[in-house]
């Protein structure tokens, strides 16, 4: 299954309106979430969007770190640094959250296998794993390879492995969720262009 990543700053990066990215999603096959992930803007840009994308996509949409959004969203994904803010005790962190979002969708980011052992301990719906490739949208971030796939069995929760994941990617549980950024954006970029 496919979880989509909408990051509004690469839309805008590459000229792409997000109505044009959300219709462009409806056309794949197997896309079942949406993460929603936009670091610079203003909350209310943020609900603007949120609110113009369940228009046209009936999925399940998560937003990335804003809780204040929860309200527009079906749940809330988080990294490690933004679930430290409240609380360095991961129960403790994920116990508040989770009064904040009730029964919602709740996603973590690990990176390893210390930071799955501390997901599994935690009331979370699945994690995120990655980076599985090197991608040009996150250069930061450290590729694990085909090392992510052993350590991705020792979750507990289901995985949507990040990072240079291809649609025609293949992965075994506990993997469920390709997640799938810039790949949505070539084929995009190319089906307007090709438009135009």
Request: no cysteine.
């Amino acid at each position: 299954m496919i979880y989509a990543l909408l990051d509004k700053e690469t839309l805008l990066a590459k000229d792409v309106s997000l109505s044009d990215f959300i219709l462009h999603l409806n056309t794949i096959p197997n896309i079942v979430m949406l993460q929603y992930r936009n670091k610079n803007a203003s909350l209310e840009e943020k609900k603007s969007d949120l609110i113009d994308i369940r228009k046209i996509y009936t999925g399940i949409l998560i937003i990335n770190d804003s809780i204040e959004l929860i309200d527009y969203a079906d749940g809330l994904h988080i990294g490690q640094e933004d679930r430290r803010k409240y609380s360095h005790e991961p129960k403790v962190a994920i116990r508040l959250i989770r009064e904040k979002i009730g029964s919602k969708l709740l996603g973590l980011s690990t990176h390893n296998k210390e930071e799955i052992a501390e997901a599994n301990e935690l009331d979370l719906n699945y994690i995120g794993l990655g980076a599985y490739r090197a991608t040009s949208t996150k250069s930061e971030a450290h590729v694990g390879g085909e090392d992510l796939l052993d350590i991705a069995k020792s979750s507990k929760h289901p995985v949507a492995i990040i990072g240079g994941v291809r649609i025609d990617d293949s992965f075994e549980a506990p993997i469920v969720y390709k997640v799938i950024g810039s790949g949505l954006y070539s084929t995009l970029v190319s089906d307007l262009d090709d438009r135009a």
